[in-house]
């Protein structure tokens, strides 16, 4: 299975809102509404952030939102904040009954 | 809550088996709508999935590792494990034990994760 394509880095100044963008196929991103991100910082594990494409877990600032058109899923993040500075990284679910993760992109806060 | 603890050598020599415990607390493995699974992230790169397993028996794991991956569930010890056959230094990576609602990237609970390094 191939991974999900992300951007390799991203980069916003503190109040701007920014998109991640997560490519797959019909057998995965775009088959199914079984996408979530991940939030990673250095030394850390993963945190869910946001799943099933829109929805996000109790305790997860509604600063972050999900969407999904097509093959296409992205992570926006509004009111950027220095503490938003992290790894991202989008999961799918595929037809193959597997998971399937993006390359992961880096956030920078100017 | 939840909390999920891997342990297992730091140390594996090339084409030996990496083999890795996690010990699940605040939690049963039998839980009906969990998936118990395990991914890596070798050092400065991307997450990956290994591979998932319900306390039921059913399994699921990455193609590209299949061949080489057993994942079990001890529901007496409430534990899950990892073994992965003829490591090569490859397979370096930090190993992260975690559950998911059922077998969905929804993966709301990880372990801190534990440093793999196949070196001789």
């Known amino acids: 299975q191939s991974a999900l394509t992300q951007p390799a880095s991203v980069s916003g100044s503190p109040g701007q809102s920014t998109t991640i963008a997560c490519t797959g196929t019909?057998?995965?991103?775009?088959?199914?509404?079984?996408v979530s991100w991940f939030q990673q910082h250095p030394g850390k594990a993963p945190k869910l952030m946001i799943y099933?494409?829109?929805s996000r877990p109790s305790g997860v600032s509604n600063r972050f939102s999900g969407s999904k058109s097509g093959n296409t899923a992205s992570l926006t993040i509004s009111g950027l904040q220095a503490e938003d500075e992290a790894d991202y990284y989008c999961c799918s679910f595929t037809s193959s009954n597997t998971l399937v993760f993006g390359g992961g992109t880096k956030l920078t806060v100017l | 809550q939840l909390q999920l603890q891997e342990s297992g050598p730091g140390l594996v020599k090339p084409s030996e088996t990496l083999s890795l415990t996690c010990s699940v607390s605040g939690g049963s493995v039998s839980s009906s709508t969990s998936y118990w699974g395990w991914l890596r992230q070798p050092p400065g790169k991307g997450l990956e999935w290994v591979g998932s397993m319900h306390y039921s028996g059913s399994t699921h794991f990455n193609p590209s590792l299949k061949s080489r991956v057993t994942i079990s569930v001890d529901t007496s010890k409430n534990q899950l494990s990892l073994k992965l056959s003829s490591v090569t230094a490859a397979d370096t990576a930090v190993y992260y034990c975690?559950?998911?609602?059922?077998?969905?990237?929804?993966?709301?609970?990880w372990g801190q994760g534990t440093l793999v390094t196949v070196s001789s």
């Open positions: 099933d494409v829109t």
């Open positions: 019909s057998r995965d991103v775009g088959g199914y509404n079984y």
């Open positions: 975690a559950k998911s609602y059922f077998l969905q990237p929804k993966i709301d609970s």
